[in-house]
T-cell receptor
Framework: AQSVTQLGSHVSVSEGALVLLRCNYS??????LFWYVQYPNQGLQLLLK??????LVKGINGFEAEFKKSETSFHLTKPSAHMSDAAEYFC???????????FGKGTMLLVSP | DAGITQSPRHKVTETGTPVTLRCHQT?????MYWYRQDPGHGLRLIHY???????DKGEVSDGYSVSRSKTEDFLLTLESATSSQTSVYFC???????????FGQGTRLTVV
């Protein structure tokens, strides 16, 4: 079985501040982890993914995430928020033997000037 | 949209009527999925397909059926629409198990 918990349905930051969106997962097999972003009235777009190898993963738009097995976490960070980062972010988990993604409930990122 | 097109994009229908949503992909992906997105629930899997005529249920399959007669098309049918099926529906597809899924733009369905 798989599950994803995203801490905080809404996160507010100021432009230029650090962005930290939290994701914890559970999986009975080695996980594959994903972060997706959704802009208003659009579909989901992949930001980054972890499958195997390096635990620090870099994605698009300056985002990165670190897979920490001991903490069962895959938090998303960006050093400096931009107004255009305002969107909803979803963490998802899959794993060997599973053909489907399980999503968290999402975190809305609000960026203020 | 990575070659995934959903139709219609918006639909309003009456309670008790059948509704079919269509997902069309041009990338020859083997796997296709239907999710619904509701506030506070994220995306929940309705049904998925792992090949032509091969489908399986997801987390919230009650009241929905699917069909896949061709690799490129995956249809979602609400046999008798209810107000609880008002939602935004997303189609997704990927080539292999565990790889990145590409999403369509979504269909906003309102059941009145």
């Amino acid at each position: 079985a798989q599950s994803v918990t995203q801490l905080g349905s809404h996160v507010s930051v100021s432009e230029g501040a650090l962005v930290l969106l939290r994701c914890n997962y559970s999986s009975s097999v080695p996980p594959y982890l994903f972060w997706y972003v959704q802009y208003p009235n659009q579909g989901l777009q992949l930001l980054l993914k972890y499958t195997t190898g390096a635990t620090l993963v870099k994605g698009i738009n300056g985002f990165e995430a670190e897979f920490k097995k001991s903490e069962t976490s895959f938090h998303l960070t960006k050093p400096s928020a931009h107004m255009s980062d305002a969107a909803e972010y979803f963490c998802a988990v899959s794993g060997k033997g599973y053909s489907t993604l399980t999503f968290g409930k999402g975190t809305m990122l609000l960026v203020s000037p | 949209d990575a070659g995934i097109t959903q139709s219609p994009r918006h639909k309003v229908t009456e309670t008790g009527t059948p509704v079919t949503l269509r997902c069309h992909q041009t990338e020859n992906h083997r796997y296709m999925y239907w999710y619904r997105q509701d506030p506070g629930h994220g995306l929940r899997l309705i049904h998925y397909s792992y090949g032509v005529k091969d489908t399986d249920k997801g987390e919230v399959s009650d009241g929905y059926s699917v069909s896949r007669s061709k690799t490129e098309d995956f249809l979602l049918t609400l046999e008798s629409a209810t107000s609880s099926q008002t939602s935004v529906y997303f189609c997704a597809a990927n080539r292999d198990m565990n790889t990145e899924a590409f999403f369509g733009q979504g269909t906003r369905l309102t059941v009145v």
